[in-house]
């Protein structure tokens, strides 16, 4: 028994006594912020979405001490605060895999792994392809990509065979149809389709990058929503991101080599191809390849 809450304390809590209530609600809150924290960041890092986890999981947290108030047997386990501890972390656990699984049906499932395999094995971008490279009636609304990877990174995973598997094997890209029966498809679809899903690798892998660096790209090739600047007008740029040009340059840099192995990871189908573009991309991102790329 913890010499920070006697067992008499328990007894008389047990009773409904008010005073001894009250000092197992001290001794145990501090420890119960640390769990719902914990069981908060298995959904959010930070941010409101975070904030909104921990207040509910410490609300869960402390009916758990509650209901382990009430079950608990000293003739069993003098122990109470190990007891409650225990009951307050499988409880939050159970949350959390409520919570990531939520939503979260089997072609959710396949369509996040096709899209983790395709972008590399970032579920971070996977969650962003998702929502914009399957075929329509395929793509997943953002709740749903959300809760794919959030079960996809929990403990139990998503109950969906693994990137590459050939047991039940998930929907690929270049598998999906056209809009057109199979022995209509043209060149023209086949080129379309192909346009389609390049422009939106692109802005999945913009969406999961740095903020700065991500708008300096989509300013320098005029990708939307940001309005076009090019490689000429970085004071201009700086100016409207409230902050320099040398900063500006130095986002590009380190954004141009963040992007194109994110590419890399998306595009590339074998290690040869891996290597090949790898060294394409270090060309031309030397001094010397990036003046000839803006003549």
């Given amino acids: ?158 109950d969906a065979p693994a990137p590459g598997s050939t047991d039940d094997e998930p929907w690929e890209p270049g598998t999906s149809t056209y809009g057109v029966p199979e022995d209509l498809i043209t060149p023209d679809d086949v080129s379309r389709e192909e346009a389609r899903i390049k422009k939106a690798l692109v802005h999945g892998i913009l969406d999961v990058m740095g903020e700065g660096q991500a708008y300096v790209l989509r300013a320098t090739f005029g990708i939307e929503p940001v309005p076009y600047y090019g490689n000429g007008a970085d004071e201009g740029l700086a100016a409207s991101m409230n902050s320099t040009a040398k900063a500006v340059r130095e986002a590009r840099s380190k954004g141009l080599k963040s992007f194109g192995k994110r590419w890399i990871n998306a595009t590339a189908q074998t290690p040869e191809e891996v290597n090949e573009l790898t060294a394409a991309m270090n060309t031309r991102l030397t001094r010397k390849g990036a003046v000839a790329s803006r003549v």
């Fill in 1 to 158: 028994m913890s010499s920070t809450l006697a067992l008499s304390t328990v007894r008389a809590a047990q009773s409904k006594d008010l005073q001894a209530t009250t000092a197992v609600i001290e001794a145990t809150e501090s420890r119960i912020a640390v769990l719902a924290r914990k069981a908060a960041r298995r959904m959010a890092e930070s941010g409101p979405r975070h904030d909104d986890y921990f207040d509910e999981f410490t609300q869960q947290g402390r009916i758990a001490v509650w209901e382990a108030l009430a079950r608990f047997d000293e003739t069993v386990n003098p122990d109470f605060l190990g007891f409650a501890y225990t009951t307050v972390e499988t409880m939050l656990l159970g949350a959390t895999r409520a919570e990531r699984n939520q939503g979260v049906d089997d072609s959710a499932a396949k369509t996040f792994l096709s899209m983790l395999d395709r972008a590399g094995g970032d579920p971070f971008l996977a969650e962003k392809l998702c929502q914009s490279v399957p075929p329509a009636g395929r793509r997943l609304s953002s709740d749903r990509a959300h809760a794919a990877r959030l079960a996809y990174q929990g403990a139990d995973s998503l």
